[in-house]
């Protein structure tokens, strides 16, 4: 059984900094497309990052040079760095790991920019 585990939200000020994990078990996520996908009350949960088995990464155009998206192998996870975070960035974050036409979600991971 997949399970994707996401943690490290929570409220920040504006210009700061957090580092969410997915934590992965019952699937290996250095052979899948793994993602970070935000949602926010009325509107369609939107891509953040992706990171593929070979570390190509994909960023949303409102996170590019604030975020990071990277793997770590031997723990079996994939962390978002998110810097010079703003109130617009407040949602549900979730993972999403995918292969082979299979489609894996975490249970999301609350973080909230606010002074």
């Known amino acids: 059984q997949v399970q994707l585990v996401e943690s490290g939200g929570g409220l920040v000020q504006p210009g700061g900094s957090l580092r969410l994990s997915c934590a992965a078990s ?47 192998n031997a723990k079996n996870t994939v962390y978002l760095q998110m810097n010079s975070l703003k109130p617009e960035d407040t949602a549900l974050y979730y993972c999403k790991s995918s292969r ?16």
């Open 100 to 115: 082979q036409g299979f489609n894996y979600w975490g249970q999301g991971t609350q973080v909230t920019v606010s002074s």
């Open 26 to 72: 019952g699937t290996i996520l250095s052979m899948n497309t793994t993602g970070w996908y935000r949602q926010t009350p009325g509107k369609e949960r939107e891509l953040v990052a992706v990171i593929t088995s070979g570390y190509s990464t994909t960023y949303a155009d409102s996170v590019k040079g604030r975020f990071t998206i990277s793997r770590d």
